[in-house]
């Protein structure tokens, strides 16, 4: 590793934002690859910018063949075989049978130790039983710790990623406006889509507007087309003149140009501000919460923690869960904090009542919604901040320069300074913080925000007192040894995504050396310090399938069976036993969101969530986990998709 001095964000020298002198010919390169999840930020108001009209839309419609009884009835493994209901309690016990009734969980046990608790609810009724298909089990309900629900809806209007040309994205975007008759005649309309990669492109070349507008069913036509990851949005030739004149530089972002100066048509991170978005009508919002729900419903999915709620994504999920009596899966929201609008020094004391910015310190004075296991299904009551960017793209703050670029070592989003007034506000006003955390560094600060955070409160960790905070470090990639510890110690939960794993081993000794990067998704070093994990995907960036985390996790292996360190998977040390990863997407998850004593598990006193798999992952041979169908979701007691 080199031993030069780590770049900052806040010298004084011509440095960009990755800490890059700015006369480095790498500069504008990586540049362009800066803070990945960080422009999700961005997105959450660029693709969620809707008008005032009210739309509530239709009633979920739920994909179900057979539902089962309704009221009360006992869930069975099959008939004369082995015990196949997980019920994920202290004691990880496996069963013959769930007895639900309504809502409720309200035993498990044998059929004849459920049917003798059934007699003492309702004597004189028979007890319905269902019984699994032969093979499959039942399970909690699986939780995504950490997703985007809107940005997954947007990312299936047009299928962009996997695409390995530019020329292939081209033609399927002029294939989505020839299949859509409305959208083939609209030529004043704007066409959007997500999830192109330049990286998957030959040379990994950055396409152009030109690339789109030489296409003759695109010509003249306005497109908006985001990258898979959320960092750079790429536009038509009618676009980039609806939009321009354009600046120089953008602070924190990139104007992609060719050799001549001239705009090429991407926009990367903050940039991406200066392409106007169109209006999205409530109408589209539904529809892409209805894409998301239909997904996720089909794989297993009942709860759902999204990391970044707007205002206006808020009062869309607020309208849906009152509108239809309950959301159809559970959603924990986090709302997004805009630190750029506060004054930093202001936070010593309550806001002036007649600030205007909307983007205000709202800690004090905003009303939590604490229902997520209730009627609606819906809890905000957490915050999300960004600390740093992303590791692919350099973004992620380290402590030493970066190994295969030693003249940055990435960029906080926030300052020490910034990170130590607002974590213990918000903390102090009762709010769960959830800090996008990915580089050592951005770790290392966070955690010194919360340890600020408990001297304030006076407290030796965030499990203690009456009111449990549980604060999140969201993603928690790359953590130093005393930090693994400090992440224990002080009660604070790593929100961490396995897929992410097996798609960074690949790149991730390059970026860090040798020796930190065994400091990479320490998953069972976490663990073995006393640290809680809870598992996502970050969909639409990763597989919603929560079974794709659940593999990567148990094999840090990739889906073809290879890794940098064979197929024993890369750094075998850290991967998580199935017990360990099973409860990082149930009862963890649940914990994670305040939710452990009503789901998580299938105990008396819970709600009925519960998946049923065709094939038992618990044992099953690791190359057929991914093959596993959902047979049946269900929500509070009720099939939501597929049947038994």
Request: hydrophobic share 40%; aromatic share 8%; net charge negative.
């Given at each position: 590793m080199s031993g030069k001095t780590p770049a900052k964000s806040d010298e004084n020298d011509e440095r960009d934002t990755t800490g890059k002198p700015a006369g480095s010919p790498l500069m504008a390169k990586k540049r362009t690859k800066a803070l990945v999840l960080a422009v999700v930020l961005s997105l959450l108001t660029l693709y969620t910018n809707t008008n005032?009209?009210?739309?509530?839309?239709?009633?979920?419609?739920?994909?179900?063949?057979?539902?089962?009884p309704q009221g009360s009835y006992a869930l069975c493994s099959a008939e004369g075989g082995a015990r196949g209901v997980y019920t994920v309690d202290?004691?990880?016990?496996?069963?013959?049978?769930?007895?639900?009734?309504?809502?409720?969980?309200?035993?498990?046990?044998?059929?004849?130790?459920?049917?003798?608790?059934?007699?003492?609810?309702?004597?004189?009724?028979?007890?319905?039983?269902?019984?699994?298909?032969?093979?499959?089990?039942?399970?909690?309900?699986?939780?995504?710790?950490?997703?985007?629900?809107l940005e997954y809806g947007f990312s299936k209007q047009i299928p962009l990623e996997g695409l390995r040309t530019i020329k292939e994205s081209v033609e399927a975007v002029a294939h989505y406006v020839q299949s859509n008759p409305d959208i083939l005649t609209d030529d004043g309309g704007i066409v959007e889509g997500w999830g192109w990669d330049h990286e998957a492109f030959e040379g990994g070349k950055m396409p152009t507007?030109?690339?789109?507008?030489?296409?003759?069913?695109?010509?003249?036509?306005?497109?908006?087309l985001s990258s898979k990851d959320g960092h750079a949005t790429w536009v038509s030739q009618a676009t980039l003149d609806a939009n321009g004149p354009y600046p120089a530089d953008v602070d924190g972002g990139v104007i992609v140009r060719d050799a001549q100066g001239n705009v090429t048509g991407v926009f990367i991170d903050t940039a991406m501000t200066l392409i106007k978005p169109p209006v999205i009508t409530p109408q589209m919002q539904h529809r892409r919460f209805?894409?998301?729900?239909r997904d996720a419903l089909s794989f297993g999915l009942t709860s759902l923690h999204d990391a970044g709620f707007n205002p206006i994504s808020l009062d869309f999920f607020t309208r849906q869960s009152k509108r239809h009596a309950g959301l159809p899966l559970r959603i924990y929201g986090m709302s997004f904090f805009n630190v750029s609008a506060i004054d930093v020094h202001s936070l010593t004391s309550p806001p002036a009542p007649s600030s205007s910015s909307i983007d205000a310190y709202w800690g004090s004075t905003r009303r939590k919604v604490d229902d997520m296991d209730g009627e609606t299904r819906l809890s905000v009551r957490?915050?999300?901040?960004?600390?740093?960017?992303?590791?692919?793209?350099?973004?992620?703050?380290?402590?030493?320069?970066?190994?295969?670029?030693?003249?940055?070592?990435?960029?906080?989003?926030?300052?020490?300074?910034?990170?130590?007034?607002?974590v213990p506000r918000f903390l102090e006003d009762g709010w769960q913080v959830n800090v996008h955390a990915i580089g050592d560094r951005a770790n290392g600060l966070v955690l010194d925000a919360f340890e600020l955070a408990l001297r304030n409160l006076g407290l030796d960790s965030f499990n203690d007192g009456a009111h449990p905070l549980r604060p999140r470090l969201e993603h928690a990639q790359v953590i130093s040894e005393r930090d693994v510890k400090r992440v224990a110690d002080m009660g604070v939960i790593a929100s961490v995504q396995p897929s992410h794993a097996i798609s960074d081993m690949w790149y991730g000794e390059d970026r860090l050396g040798p020796d930190r990067v065994k400091q990479l998704y320490p998953f069972q070093s976490l663990l073995e310090a006393g640290a809680?994990?809870?598992?996502?995907?970050?969909?639409?960036?990763?597989?919603?399938?929560?079974?794709?985390?659940?593999?990567?996790?148990?094999?840090?292996?990739?889906?073809?069976?290879?890794?940098?360190?064979?197929?024993?998977?890369?750094?075998?040390?850290q991967r998580l036993t199935r017990r360990q990863a099973l409860r990082g997407m149930t009862i963890d998850a649940a914990y994670a969101s305040f939710t452990e004593r009503t789901l998580g598990s299938l105990e008396p006193g819970k709600k009925a969530d519960l998946v049923v798999?065709?094939?038992?992952?618990?044992?099953?041979?690791?190359?057929?986990?991914?093959?596993?169908?959902?047979?049946?979701?269900?929500?509070?007691?009720?099939?939501?998709?597929?049947?038994?």
């Open positions: 005032t009209d009210r739309y509530e839309g239709l009633a979920f419609e739920y994909n179900i063949t057979n539902p089962l202290a004691t990880d016990g496996v069963v013959e049978c769930v007895l639900v009734v309504d809502e409720w969980v309200k035993g498990t046990g044998s059929l004849g130790e459920v049917q003798d608790l059934w007699k003492g609810i309702e004597a004189s009724d028979t007890l319905p039983v269902a019984r699994v298909p032969e093979g499959a089990v039942v399970l909690p309900g699986f939780a995504d710790s950490h997703c985007h629900i507007a030109s690339d789109l507008s030489s296409h003759p069913v695109l010509a003249n036509r306005q497109i908006i209805t894409n998301t729900v957490s915050v999300k901040i960004f600390a740093d960017g992303a590791l692919r793209t350099m973004g992620a703050a380290l402590y030493e320069p970066y190994a295969d670029d030693p003249s940055t070592s990435g960029s906080m989003r926030l300052s020490a300074e910034v990170l130590n007034a607002i809680r994990l809870t598992l996502g995907s970050d969909f639409p960036v990763d597989d919603i399938n929560p079974l794709a985390g659940f593999y990567a996790a148990i094999t840090r292996i990739g889906k073809d069976g290879k890794s940098p360190h064979g197929p024993g998977g890369w750094f075998p040390n798999l065709d094939r038992d992952v618990m044992n099953v041979d690791v190359n057929d986990i991914l093959g596993t169908r959902v047979v049946a979701t269900v929500v509070d007691g009720r099939v939501v998709y597929g049947g038994v």
